[in-house]
């Protein structure tokens, strides 16, 4: 397992050598395990950032199809990063919800907007011209150095 970047962000010897002695499985495989599978982070980002509770919202995520929608909501479900509640009734209603834990997701999202307008502008903004996160939403992300 290496850390580093060209950004200056690297573990010394020492630091190295005690995350490794700590953990059996790379930390961030663990997170990608939980919020990597495609869709997932789109359900994540809905529930944050949108609001939504809803299955038939999450339907709007584009190129998702029920059952999938379905098979990400279990999984997120068993990975405490949502939870369901049922409302009684005819229809019977049913809406999800972010645990702490999942919205624990938020600086993670965050980056990932950052980069986006920043490094992909292209494909973001219909200018194509780079944005940072402050001059599109008003504000620095808290999360960001």
Do not use: W
Request: charged residues 25%; contains cysteine.
């Amino acid at each position: 397992m290496k850390f580093g970047s060209r950004s200056g962000f690297r573990l010394n010897q020492k630091e190295a050598q005690k995350l490794v002695s700590m953990t059996t499985r790379c930390p961030v495989d663990c997170t990608f395990n939980l919020i990597g599978k495609k869709f997932t982070i789109h359900i994540l980002r809905n529930m944050i950032i949108l609001g939504h509770t809803r299955f038939n919202q999450f339907e709007t995520i584009e190129g998702i199809n029920p059952k999938t929608l379905a098979v990400r909501l279990k999984e997120m479900l068993e990975n405490d990063l949502i939870e369901r509640k049922v409302y009684p009734g005819i229809p019977v209603r049913v809406e999800y919800f972010v645990t702490e834990k999942g919205k624990s997701v938020l600086p993670i999202l965050e980056q990932m907007l950052a980069f986006s307008m920043k490094y992909a502008s292209k494909e973001v903004f219909a200018d194509g011209k780079p944005r940072s996160f402050e001059d599109v939403l008003g504000r620095h992300t808290e999360h960001m150095p």
